[in-house]
């Protein structure tokens, strides 16, 4: 994945495919969570120029109409320490809350980073639909 960094948020973007995608970056992040319908899997993975300090618990909270908070210890960092990913075969509480509220908050032990989810509403439907293609 390609790391720009914008100077200011940008857009919600789904791309369909094998897997389907759904990003978007901010300052601070970049966002992109993935589908494999063929098997299925989801993963959500968070990208930090500045890197991210291990620890135990992983955490969201979603803030708007559809409030809620999840957390897992099963969050992978890569070898830099930059990339923090969660692979799971649902993510119904992921979408939930990216899709009916105004923002996320991202929580890795003393890290925490607001993401605005304006936009986010009509590129996450699109995600959720994701289907292979016939003859895929």
């Not at 649902?90 to 809350?97: A, C, I, R």
């Not at 991202?106 to 890290?111: R, W």
């Given at each position: ?17 094998l ?5 978007h ?7 992109e ?6 098997q299925?899997l989801?993963?959500?993975?968070l ?6 300090m291990n620890a135990p618990l ?10 809620l908070?999840?957390?897992?210890d ?5 070898e ?8 799971d075969r ?8 990216l899709?009916?509220?105004q923002r996320?908050r ?7 980073i ?8 009509e590129?996450v ?5 994701c ?6």
């Open positions: 994945m390609a790391l720009c960094f914008a100077n200011a948020a940008e857009a919600w973007e789904f791309t369909p495919g897997p389907c995608r759904l990003t970056e901010t300052e601070d992040v970049a966002v969570l993935t589908y494999d319908p063929t299925p989801y993963t959500i993975a990208t930090r120029r500045d890197g991210w992983f955490a969201m909270q979603f803030e708007g109409g559809n409030a908070a999840i957390s897992t099963r969050h992978v960092l890569d830099r320490g930059t990339r923090l990913t969660v692979t649902g993510f119904g509480n992921v979408l939930n809350g899709q009916f509220n996320a991202v929580v890795l032990g003393n890290t925490s607001d993401i605005p989810l304006a936009g986010a509403a590129p439907d699109r995600f959720r639909r289907e292979v293609s016939a003859g895929a």
